[in-house]
């Protein structure tokens, strides 16, 4: 990439995280729970959510949105230690 391109790329970046990415967070958990419930019940027809976790940030976020709409005691989280071979349950 020649010095204009990546020129280019970093006044774009720049702008970009300058504007943000304009959302309410409470508004988006909220739409993402009240989908995931809906889904659940419509769709999925279960009253329980496995879930396998990497223990990245998408993992965690995952789990978090699950756990705030569905609630606890229906949510069950398994640690893919190693690959799909080595699970163990979340406490």
Do not use: Y
């Amino acid at each position: 990439m020649d010095s204009g391109a990546k020129r280019n790329t970093h006044e774009r970046n720049r702008e970009f995280f300058r504007r943000g990415l304009r959302l309410d967070p409470e508004k988006e958990t909220a739409r993402i729970c009240r989908s995931l419930r809906e889904i659940m019940r419509d769709q999925v027809r279960r009253r329980g959510l496995v879930v396998g976790l990497s223990g990245g940030v998408d993992s965690s976020v995952t789990a978090a949105l699950a756990v705030r709409a569905l609630g606890r005691s229906v949510f069950w989280g398994w640690r893919c230690l190693n690959g799909i071979r080595q699970m163990k349950p979340c406490d």
